[in-house]
């Protein structure tokens, strides 16, 4: 009879937006430094906006990357086919098209924070990911989250009114706050065991570092 394994689970908060390429692509890393290291994380996911004032008809993601960072269209290109291939070594597909558009994604965190409460918040994040990055939907629309919340075994009806009550808004802005009084300026920003932050995919060897760190301290 082999004895349970003593080592702790591991809690790992992520703060991040559903449109951002960077937080799915560091979050899978993280999945794999958890396999490989054989940890058990309680993962929890926290609101960030990137853009907070982007209004409800979104824009073109290619006009507004150029307009906000100022790049080309060649790196926008350059950065698309980077993530397009880091993705598919990580087993996601992105589809990037001359038509992907940047959308408000307040009512996105709203439904996750909602979720959370249901114990379904980390299946309906990676949902939502799935839903604006591989399928190109629109993850501001109410049918969309309400759609991605059935796909993961959430009651759609209650889904909905969970966001027309607009209940959820006040308690995501206070995380939103929490988390920039923080420090927190872009994501994803993982804090490990309430200790260790890191910013950026930062890819499975160096989160696999970071557990290994936590555990050892833990024991």
């Excluded at 908060?13 to 559903?18: L, N, T």
């Excluded at 629109?138 to 993961?152: H, K, N």
């Excluded at 309430?194 to 950026?200: A, E, P, Q, S």
Aim: proline share 5%; net charge negative.
């Amino acid at each position: 009879m082999t004895s349970p394994d003593p080592r702790p689970t591991l809690q790992i908060d992520i703060v991040s937006d559903v449109v951002c390429p960077w937080c799915i692509v560091g979050f899978l890393q993280l999945d794999q430094a958890l396999t490989r290291e054989g940890v058990q994380a309680r993962l929890r996911w926290h609101p960030f906006e990137l853009n907070p004032a982007m209004g409800p008809e979104g824009q073109n993601l290619r006009e507004h990357i150029i307009e906000k960072y100022g790049t080309t269209v060649e790196q926008s290109q350059q950065a698309r086919a980077q993530l397009t291939a880091l993705g598919a070594d990580l087993g996601f597909a992105f589809n990037f098209t001359d038509e992907s558009r940047i959308v408000n994604t307040f009512a996105a965190h709203q439904l996750l924070d909602w979720a959370e409460e249901q114990g379904r918040q980390h299946p309906l994040k990676l949902a939502l990911f799935t839903a604006y990055f591989t399928d190109q939907r629109d993850v501001s629309d109410t049918e969309v989250l309400v759609d991605a919340a059935r796909a993961v075994g959430l009651d759609g009806d209650a889904a909905r009114a969970a966001l027309a009550s607009g209940a959820h808004a006040g308690p995501v802005r206070q995380k939103q706050q929490f988390w920039t009084s923080h420090g927190i300026s872009g994501v994803p920003a993982m804090v490990f065991g309430g200790k260790y932050l890191l910013t950026g995919a930062q890819g499975p060897d160096t989160y696999a570092q970071v557990l290994r760190r936590c555990l050892s301290e833990a024991a």
